[in-house]
């Protein structure tokens, strides 16, 4: 199992002359800068963005130096996967139960997609 670490950076707004205080932690997200995740586990993978694109650096422990592995990441626009939490189906609004459903036993004859 792999573990890992979230960060985002922001630009300080506050005076250097008085110190960091709350208006630099409380920004809103649109302010950041960068942002990403490292993940610790057989393997060391880096992914950042600096909102121009999303890249993925793994760890070559011989070098000691992060190497570009995944350039441009992009989420699919389609895929065939929903996630949900089906426990809650007695809140959902119909029209929420109507998606699933369709996902679940499509009238098109595509095939159904998987839950997650």
């Known amino acids: 199992m792999s573990i890992g670490s979230i960060f985002g950076i922001w630009r ?3 005076d250097e002359e008085t110190g960091a205080n ?3 932690i409380l920004q809103d997200g649109r ?6 995740y490292c993940l610790y586990g057989s393997s060391t993978h880096f992914v ?3 909102g ?3 890249s993925g650096y793994t760890l070559d422990p011989s070098l000691g130096e992060f190497l570009l592995t995944h350039p441009d990441i992009k989420v699919p626009k389609k895929g ?3 996630s949900i939490n089906e426990g809650n189906s007695t809140y959902w609004d119909d029209s929420v139960k109507e998606y ?3 996902k679940k036993f499509p009238t098109d ?5 998987s839950l997650r």
């Open 12 to 14: 300080r707004i506050s």
């Open 22 to 24: 709350t208006d630099d």
């Open 31 to 36: 302010a950041m800068v960068a942002g990403g």
């Open 48 to 50: 950042l963005s600096t």
């Open 52 to 54: 121009g694109g999303v």
């Open 80 to 82: 065939n996967i929903y």
């Open 100 to 102: 699933i459903q369709a």
């Open 109 to 113: 004859g595509t095939a159904p997609f």
